[in-house]
């Protein structure tokens, strides 16, 4: 009877233990979803803004490209006798990004183009039945943009057709070449085994396969198989210009064999109608989440230790590692937030550059018009009025002469914050006298100090030694600020140039009582393509890259510089450089 019953207490034991164990497995199965379910969704997000910021650059860089053509072609002044050789010349430099760019005249003949040795001058499109493109933008009067060809070298490229037009009359277009591996080098993502970046046309069609597995120009479902569940339906959101995330299962012989997520986003670049997506295994975010597991699985195992050495405290196990669990995730949710939070701020920014560049482009093109309007107003004069005065023909000469040195300065400063960014831009070490320097400088802004009866103090201290610098460079440093405190400054205002010696290096301030900044503006001066009042900056003219210059001209030697200003008081300029022993030059 006592082994009977025995051996009933026993079973209900192991009953009432087995349902325990159940219960917890139960519950670790379903936090495990749950929590899965949360990190997919964050993770997805994180690719899906990883994905629109790549898409961005890619389309805000190609039609920047596009637009340098655009302003050139929109230029109603005619053909140049150099068939625009040294504006294709500017263009390519600036750009970066094209493998050659090319003026056809009217008649479909190449006659200019840059770097010379890959464009095929004297070759007629007509002639070699290439004419199409050239024919549609002569009627369109628009852009147009072919999808990426097969070049002569093998390699694929995108052709940009831009019609030039004087007035309504056809003057020829410009040809433009950007390679495939261009885009690829600079803005598609580094990815492992396991994950890869793909590129649709608006057909559906394979442009580019960052795995390398799969042929372009190939419909991409049917590369993956269109019975491949959810692949269809992301595929026709990415032709159809839309953005965000999906997943598909990968099948083999009707089976499932993996899951992957896909994050996309839309390129538009003028008729080109693109969709980057960025794909990842589902195995991806287990592994965000494996300390997790790990958690969970302490979970299970210590409890069903406890149940069957201590039942009796089970229960209170379990509560006090479910609250570890509930941290933990909270943790790495918190983690993601951060990460998306990063990334909205990025976006931020690209957009805030994005919209300088566009203030920037519409400014340059209004100091780039400026002088020419001046200048062939003048030109005209002359050669309307043969017999003028000769002061009033001089006078018309240095008109055009000045507005020739305008748009060299605008140039200049172009080509110099594209070395600076590009780490480029050279210097040519000297000793330099900084009195001769300043010296130099003055006289150079010499037409509109006395224009305006500024009062210029120089004090440098006696027994400074020479400046290890680049001369024409410091030159510069000093013009672009003092010509700020010329311009900001009122008639009859007073600025100070203030040169001494501490320790190996020399500190220079330039000072003015001119309207001055605010705080904000100055967190902000040294920013490309930044303005300080968009009103008053119009008054005195400039690009928004003069003081980025003169950043990188002075850091690019080793110094530093920075500016301290309050509004209404005038602003200060503080730059160091290195001092020279002069025993290195005996």
Known sequence: MWNRKSRWNIILFAVVVLLLISSIFFLWMKTNIDVRSVVEEQYQNQQLLLTRQISNSIERS?????????VIAKKDTGVPPDYYKSDLKSVYDVAGMFYVVEYVAANGTIVSGYPDEYVPYGLNLYESNQHRAFEMVKASKDVYITEPLKLMEGNYGSFIWIPVFEGDKFRGAFIAIIHEADLKSR?????????????????????????????????????????????????????????????????????????????YSPINWYNQKWSLAITNPSSEVD??????????????????????????????????????????????????KESNKSLLEVNKKLKELDRLKTEFLSIVSHELKTPLTAMKTSSEFLQENDGCDVSLRHQMLDIIIRNIDRQSRMVDDLLDISRIESNRMRFHREPVDIEETIKVSLEVLDSIIKEKHMTILVE???????????????VQVFVNLLNNAVKFSKKKGIITITVETEDDIVKISISDNGIGMSSEELERIFDKFYQIDSTSTRKVGGSGLGLSIVKGIIEGQGGTIIARSELGKGSTFVFTLIKQDIEEYK
């Open 287 to 336: 592994r965000l989440i494996v300390s997790v597991y790990l958690k969970l699985f302490i979970v299970a195992v210590v409890s069903v230790i406890f149940i069957v050495f201590v039942s009796s405290f089970v229960v209170v196990i379990i509560f006090n590692w479910s609250k570890s669990l509930e941290k933990e995730v909270d943790e790495k949710t918190q983690e993601l």
């Open 187 to 263: 803005y598609v993502v580094e990815s492992n085994s396991s994950s890869y970046a793909y590129l649709l046309d608006e057909r559906g069609r394979l442009l580019y396969d960052e795995s390398g597995n799969y042929k372009r120009g190939t419909n991409y479902a049917e590369l993956l198989g269109s019975d491949s569940p959810g692949l269809v339906d992301i595929i026709s959101k990415q032709v159809n210009g839309s953005e965000g995330n999906g997943k598909y299962f990968v099948l083999d012989n009707g089976s499932v064999v993996e899951e992957r997520l896909v994050s």
């Open 62 to 70: 190609l039609n920047e490209k596009v637009l340098l053509l655009e």
């Open 460 to 474: 440098v201290q006696d027994d400074l030694s020479l400046i290890n610098t680049d001369k024409d460079k410091l």
